[in-house]
Protein backbone atom coordinates (compact mmCIF):
# COMPACT_ATOMS: atom_id res chain seq x y z
CA UNK A 1 0.00 0.00 0.00
CA UNK A 2 1.15 3.36 -0.62
CA UNK A 3 1.42 5.67 2.48
CA UNK A 4 1.66 9.49 2.49
CA UNK A 5 2.98 11.23 -0.41
CA UNK A 6 4.38 14.50 -0.22
CA UNK A 7 5.88 16.15 -3.24
CA UNK A 8 8.08 18.42 -3.47
CA UNK A 9 10.55 16.33 -2.14
CA UNK A 10 13.21 19.41 -2.08
CA UNK A 11 12.99 22.84 -3.33
CA UNK A 12 15.08 25.59 -3.31
CA UNK A 13 13.62 29.11 -3.90
CA UNK A 14 14.55 32.82 -3.49
CA UNK A 15 13.24 34.66 -0.34
CA UNK A 16 9.79 36.26 -1.80
CA UNK A 17 8.14 33.68 -4.01
CA UNK A 18 5.65 31.71 -3.07
CA UNK A 19 6.35 27.61 -2.22
CA UNK A 20 3.80 25.37 -2.44
CA UNK A 21 3.95 21.95 -1.05
CA UNK A 22 1.83 19.02 -1.47
CA UNK A 23 1.01 15.97 0.49
CA UNK A 24 -1.45 12.88 -0.46
CA UNK A 25 -2.35 10.89 2.81
CA UNK A 26 -3.29 7.40 3.12
CA UNK A 27 -6.66 6.35 2.13
CA UNK A 28 -9.13 5.96 4.41
CA UNK A 29 -7.46 8.16 7.44
CA UNK A 30 -9.38 10.74 8.12
CA UNK A 31 -6.57 13.05 9.98
CA UNK A 32 -3.93 15.18 8.49
CA UNK A 33 -0.90 16.67 10.01
CA UNK A 34 1.37 19.50 9.00
CA UNK A 35 4.07 19.58 10.72
CA UNK A 36 7.57 21.37 10.49
CA UNK A 37 11.14 20.48 11.69
CA UNK A 38 14.40 22.65 12.29
CA UNK A 39 17.36 21.62 14.26
CA UNK A 40 15.96 24.39 16.88
CA UNK A 41 12.75 24.00 17.58
CA UNK A 42 12.25 20.13 16.39
CA UNK A 43 8.93 18.85 15.30
CA UNK A 44 6.04 21.82 15.36
CA UNK A 45 2.65 21.27 14.47
CA UNK A 46 1.21 23.90 12.13
CA UNK A 47 -2.22 22.83 11.71
CA UNK A 48 -4.45 19.66 11.57
CA UNK A 49 -7.60 18.58 9.29
CA UNK A 50 -10.15 16.12 10.23
CA UNK A 51 -12.82 15.01 7.62
CA UNK A 52 -11.42 17.86 4.88
CA UNK A 53 -11.67 20.24 7.86
CA UNK A 54 -9.24 22.39 9.72
CA UNK A 55 -9.49 21.66 13.50
CA UNK A 56 -6.47 23.75 14.98
CA UNK A 57 -4.08 26.22 13.47
CA UNK A 58 -2.90 27.91 16.27
CA UNK A 59 0.75 25.97 15.17
CA UNK A 60 0.89 28.34 11.67
CA UNK A 61 3.65 30.73 12.66
CA UNK A 62 1.87 33.90 10.73
CA UNK A 63 -0.24 34.59 7.95
CA UNK A 64 1.93 33.88 5.08
CA UNK A 65 1.31 30.18 5.64
CA UNK A 66 -2.09 29.05 4.77
CA UNK A 67 -2.89 25.12 4.35
CA UNK A 68 -6.39 23.64 2.40
CA UNK A 69 -7.50 20.32 2.26
CA UNK A 70 -9.60 20.64 -0.55
CA UNK A 71 -10.72 16.80 -0.50
CA UNK A 72 -9.76 13.61 1.35
CA UNK A 73 -6.97 12.46 -0.78
CA UNK A 74 -5.09 15.85 -0.87
CA UNK A 75 -3.55 18.81 1.13
CA UNK A 76 -1.53 22.05 0.72
CA UNK A 77 0.49 24.10 2.16
CA UNK A 78 1.33 27.25 1.37
CA UNK A 79 4.18 29.91 2.13
CA UNK A 80 3.64 32.95 0.34
CA UNK A 81 6.31 35.15 0.38
CA UNK A 82 8.54 32.83 1.85
CA UNK A 83 11.52 33.99 4.05
CA UNK A 84 14.98 32.26 4.59
CA UNK A 85 13.77 31.96 8.53
CA UNK A 86 10.92 29.48 6.71
CA UNK A 87 13.90 26.97 5.33
CA UNK A 88 13.24 23.70 7.14
CA UNK A 89 11.99 20.07 6.40
CA UNK A 90 7.74 20.01 6.14
CA UNK A 91 6.12 16.87 7.08
CA UNK A 92 2.66 15.73 6.28
CA UNK A 93 1.22 12.44 8.25
CA UNK A 94 -2.21 11.27 8.38
CA UNK A 95 -3.73 8.69 11.10
CA UNK A 96 -7.37 7.76 12.36
CA UNK A 97 -8.49 6.63 15.49
CA UNK A 98 -8.41 3.32 17.21
CA UNK A 99 -12.63 2.47 17.60
CA UNK A 100 -13.00 6.15 16.96
CA UNK A 101 -10.89 7.30 20.79
CA UNK A 102 -9.05 10.56 20.56
CA UNK A 103 -5.35 10.18 20.60
CA UNK A 104 -4.72 6.69 19.98
CA UNK A 105 -3.66 7.31 16.13
CA UNK A 106 -0.62 6.18 14.71
CA UNK A 107 0.62 9.26 13.04
CA UNK A 108 2.29 8.20 9.33
CA UNK A 109 4.63 10.56 7.64
CA UNK A 110 5.32 11.22 4.25
CA UNK A 111 9.34 11.67 3.44
CA UNK A 112 9.38 15.28 3.87
CA UNK A 113 9.85 18.31 1.79
CA UNK A 114 12.99 19.88 2.79
CA UNK A 115 12.98 23.46 1.93
CA UNK A 116 15.49 26.13 1.45
CA UNK A 117 14.69 29.46 0.91
CA UNK A 118 17.47 31.82 -0.20
CA UNK B 1 6.74 25.49 29.59
CA UNK B 2 7.11 23.49 26.57
CA UNK B 3 4.54 20.54 26.24
CA UNK B 4 7.19 18.04 26.10
CA UNK B 5 10.78 18.13 27.19
CA UNK B 6 13.48 15.93 26.60
CA UNK B 7 17.22 15.17 27.37
CA UNK B 8 18.67 16.08 23.92
CA UNK B 9 21.92 13.80 24.24
CA UNK B 10 23.72 12.58 22.75
CA UNK B 11 24.04 9.23 24.57
CA UNK B 12 26.87 7.64 23.21
CA UNK B 13 27.44 4.00 24.12
CA UNK B 14 28.89 0.40 23.24
CA UNK B 15 27.13 -2.27 21.83
CA UNK B 16 25.04 -4.25 23.93
CA UNK B 17 24.40 -1.53 26.99
CA UNK B 18 21.35 -0.89 28.47
CA UNK B 19 20.12 2.77 28.22
CA UNK B 20 17.20 4.89 29.16
CA UNK B 21 15.62 8.35 28.57
CA UNK B 22 12.78 10.08 30.28
CA UNK B 23 10.33 12.46 28.78
CA UNK B 24 8.40 15.02 30.67
CA UNK B 25 4.85 16.43 30.24
CA UNK B 26 2.79 18.92 31.25
CA UNK B 27 -0.36 18.48 30.31
CA UNK B 28 -1.76 16.16 32.97
CA UNK B 29 -5.13 15.10 31.25
CA UNK B 30 -2.98 13.20 28.50
CA UNK B 31 -4.19 9.59 28.42
CA UNK B 32 -1.77 8.17 26.06
CA UNK B 33 2.16 8.48 24.78
CA UNK B 34 4.00 7.06 22.29
CA UNK B 35 7.81 6.91 21.38
CA UNK B 36 9.23 7.64 17.77
CA UNK B 37 12.25 6.89 16.07
CA UNK B 38 13.77 9.11 13.73
CA UNK B 39 16.75 8.02 11.22
CA UNK B 40 18.99 10.61 10.31
CA UNK B 41 17.32 12.66 7.33
CA UNK B 42 14.30 10.49 7.29
CA UNK B 43 10.54 10.63 8.71
CA UNK B 44 9.52 9.94 12.10
CA UNK B 45 7.90 5.85 12.59
CA UNK B 46 6.49 5.18 15.42
CA UNK B 47 8.20 2.60 17.93
CA UNK B 48 5.45 2.11 20.90
CA UNK B 49 2.28 3.03 22.79
CA UNK B 50 1.86 3.63 26.04
CA UNK B 51 -2.14 3.38 26.74
CA UNK B 52 -1.69 2.00 31.16
CA UNK B 53 1.59 1.95 33.32
CA UNK B 54 3.50 0.54 30.43
CA UNK B 55 4.39 -1.39 27.49
CA UNK B 56 7.18 -4.11 26.53
CA UNK B 57 8.34 -5.02 22.94
CA UNK B 58 11.52 -7.31 23.24
CA UNK B 59 14.29 -5.16 24.20
CA UNK B 60 12.58 -1.99 24.22
CA UNK B 61 10.41 -1.26 27.54
CA UNK B 62 8.38 2.46 28.32
CA UNK B 63 7.22 3.06 31.58
CA UNK B 64 4.44 5.80 32.68
CA UNK B 65 4.76 7.78 35.88
CA UNK B 66 1.71 9.89 35.66
CA UNK B 67 2.15 11.47 39.35
CA UNK B 68 5.21 12.83 38.42
CA UNK B 69 4.29 13.52 34.35
CA UNK B 70 7.20 11.13 32.40
CA UNK B 71 7.64 8.58 30.25
CA UNK B 72 10.23 6.43 29.99
CA UNK B 73 12.34 4.78 26.97
CA UNK B 74 14.59 1.98 28.36
CA UNK B 75 16.59 -0.39 25.90
CA UNK B 76 18.39 -3.47 26.09
CA UNK B 77 21.53 -4.74 24.51
CA UNK B 78 21.83 -1.89 22.36
CA UNK B 79 22.50 -2.62 18.57
CA UNK B 80 24.39 -0.74 16.01
CA UNK B 81 20.85 -0.34 14.20
CA UNK B 82 19.81 1.43 17.27
CA UNK B 83 21.52 4.74 16.57
CA UNK B 84 18.62 7.11 15.82
CA UNK B 85 16.82 10.02 17.57
CA UNK B 86 14.15 8.83 19.94
CA UNK B 87 10.93 11.03 19.96
CA UNK B 88 8.48 11.32 22.98
CA UNK B 89 5.29 12.20 21.80
CA UNK B 90 1.85 13.33 23.69
CA UNK B 91 -1.27 14.02 22.57
CA UNK B 92 -2.68 17.40 24.03
CA UNK B 93 -5.94 15.29 26.38
CA UNK B 94 -8.70 14.38 23.91
CA UNK B 95 -8.19 16.63 21.12
CA UNK B 96 -5.79 14.12 18.47
CA UNK B 97 -3.68 16.85 18.79
CA UNK B 98 0.26 15.61 19.14
CA UNK B 99 3.13 17.29 20.25
CA UNK B 100 6.68 16.14 20.03
CA UNK B 101 9.49 16.12 22.12
CA UNK B 102 12.76 17.84 20.74
CA UNK B 103 13.96 14.10 20.56
CA UNK B 104 16.98 12.07 22.79
CA UNK B 105 19.86 11.21 20.13
CA UNK B 106 21.26 7.70 20.32
CA UNK B 107 24.60 6.43 19.09
CA UNK B 108 25.42 3.12 19.79
CA UNK B 109 29.42 2.27 18.89
CA UNK B 110 30.88 -1.23 18.53
Known amino acids: DAGVIQSPRHEVTEMGQEVTLRCKPI?????LFWYRQTMMRGLELLIYFNNNVPIDDSGMPEDRFSAKMPNASFSTLKIQPSEPRDSAVYFC????????????????FGEGSRLTVL | RKEVEQDPGPFNVPEGATVAFNCTYS??????FFWYRQDCRKEPKLLMS???SGNEDGRFTAQLNRASQYISLLIRDSKLSDSATYLCVVPQGGFNKFYFGSGTKLNVKP
Open chain 1, 93 to 108: ASSFLLAGVPDTGELF
Open chain 1, 27 to 31: SGHDY
Open chain 2, 27 to 32: NSASQS
Open chain 2, 50 to 52: VYS
